[in-house]
């Protein structure tokens, strides 16, 4: 089964990537040393995770160990989100391939369709309008300069990926966004497959217990847990299968060298079709809903206007919790 996919720039994306976001400082290191040792050849990373100087330190230790050469390694770095002016998104980039230590990233994210003032923090009051199709030019110049190997974007809904389609010049090549047993994203994935667009999966086994994520427990969810019990597999290794078995590539974040080559022992089994099926009848919730986002300054006026009413309300409690840990990871 696919070890990687082919984007449309013809270039490879290894199905298992790590995630890097709140890996604690100090631990860093050891993780990716643990997941390239393990086989993982991709890495995700943002300047948001506020810990890429340590994923540099890592990759260059790789690379003078022999471990790896540069070239076998896909590294995703994303644009931090008040660096969206068209003048500022190259000096972004520059500042991310000094911090991991590069010359070019694989690929290269617009974080979100989410933007804050220049020099400010991810707090709600800094918010302000998103100009996609100016962000998008200037990742477009990176893309020419080879400085990104691909560029895409991260959180974009169906309708947002194809108003990006309609005035791109370099189609996006991923939308990284959130997708496990959960939230399936089965119309986000048809309009991806029919536009050539790769499906990254974030949180891709639910994230649990992260700041800013609520709704059920994708891990101890009866569906994956049934399979997970017939294949003698662990539900981890049931959501990660499933997602590359629905042709995306998972982005799973461990900290613990255990669970890192637990999670990327997927490839030599798979869910047969009839298990496959049962997934179907999972209840769909999106997890992280960013609902602080929904502010006077953003333009956006509803959660249906940031997701394009591509999200579902568990109950009451979700639109009132408490944001402050979530904001917390990103200042
Ligand atoms: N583009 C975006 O906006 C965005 C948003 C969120 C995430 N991401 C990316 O996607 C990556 C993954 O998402 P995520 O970190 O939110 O969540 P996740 O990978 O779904 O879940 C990570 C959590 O699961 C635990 N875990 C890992 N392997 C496990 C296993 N085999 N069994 C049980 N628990 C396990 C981890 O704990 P331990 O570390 O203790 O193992 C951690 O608490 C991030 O790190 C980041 O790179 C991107």
Redesign the pocket.
């Known amino acids: 089964m696919a070890e990687s996919f082919v984007l449309n720039t013809g270039a490879r994306i290894p199905s298992v990537g790590l995630?890097?976001?709140?890996?604690e400082h100090g631990a860093v290191s050891d993780a990716i040393y643990a997941a390239v040792k393990a086989g993982y050849r991709h890495i995700?990373?943002?300047v948001a995770?506020r810990n890429q100087k340590e994923v540099g330190l890592a990759l260059q230790k790789l690379f003078e160990d022999g471990v790896v050469k540069r070239e076998d390694l896909f590294v995703t770095s994303?644009l931090w989100p008040g660096n969206h002016a068209p003048e500022d998104v190259q000096e972004d980039l520059c500042s991310a391939l000094e911090d991991l230590r590069l010359d070019y990233v694989d690929l290269y994210?617009i974080?979100?369709p989410i933007r804050i003032q220049k020099g400010t923090m991810f707090i709600p009051e800094n918010l302000i309008p998103t100009d996609i199709p100016a962000t998008w030019g200037a990742m477009e110049k990176l893309y020419h300069a080879g400085k990104a190997r691909a560029i895409g974007v991260?959180?974009f809904s169906c309708k947002k990926l194809q108003d990006l389609l309609a005035v791109a010049r370099v189609p996006p090549a991923v939308n990284?966004v959130?997708c496990?047993p959960v939230w399936q994203q089965d119309k986000l994935r048809k309009l991806c497959q029919s536009t050539g667009v790769h499906l990254s999966a974030?949180?891709?086994?639910?994230?649990?217990?992260?700041p800013g994520y609520s709704g059920p427990n994708v891990?101890s969810n009866p569906v994956v847990m049934s399979v997970a019990e017939r294949l003698q597999k662990?539900?981890?290794?049931v959501a990660l299968r499933w997602g590359i078995q629905m042709g995306q590539s998972v982005?799973?974040?461990?900290?613990?060298r255990t669970?890192i080559g637990?999670?990327f022992d997927i490839f030599d089994w798979s869910i047969p079709y009839d298990l496959m099926a049962k997934f179907s009848a999972i209840k769909q919730v999106r997890l992280?809903k960013v609902e602080f986002v929904v502010h006077p300054n953003s333009g956006y006026n509803t959660l249906e206007d940031l997701w394009d009413g591509e999200v579902e309300y568990e109950d009451e409690r979700t639109e009132n919790q408490d944001h402050s840990d979530f904001l917390r990871c990103f200042s």
């Open positions: 995630g890097t976001w709140q890996i995700d990373s943002a995770y994303k994210l974080h979100g991260s959180n990284q959130e496990h974030y949180s891709p086994l639910g994230s649990p217990g992260s891990l662990t539900p981890a290794q982005l799973p974040k461990s900290a613990d669970r637990e999670n992280l």
